[in-house]
């Protein structure tokens, strides 16, 4: 079994006073999924996208779209 990493002092906030505070926290994560699936080997990309796709959930097929904003032309 893996071991459990622990962070000391670790502070995480979200700020959720109306609808803009909520998107902008949306959208950082978003974006620091899309920075972390640049990352990934191509083969890893694609198998995420492929699996996003597979519900019939409009929000999945939205990310998987904007996750290939992340990929080289």
């Known amino acids: 079994m893996t071991q459990i990493r622990y962070i000391d002092n670790l502070k995480l906030t979200t700020n959720c006073n109306n609808t803009a505070d909520v998107t902008n926290e949306v ?32 929000a999945f097929h939205k990310l998987a779209d904007e996750l290939k904003q992340f990929m080289p032309n």
């Open 27 to 58: 959208t950082a994560l978003k974006m620091a999924f899309g920075l972390l699936f640049m990352r990934l080997p191509d083969t890893e990309k694609n198998s995420l996208l492929i699996e996003l796709t597979q519900f019939d959930v409009p």
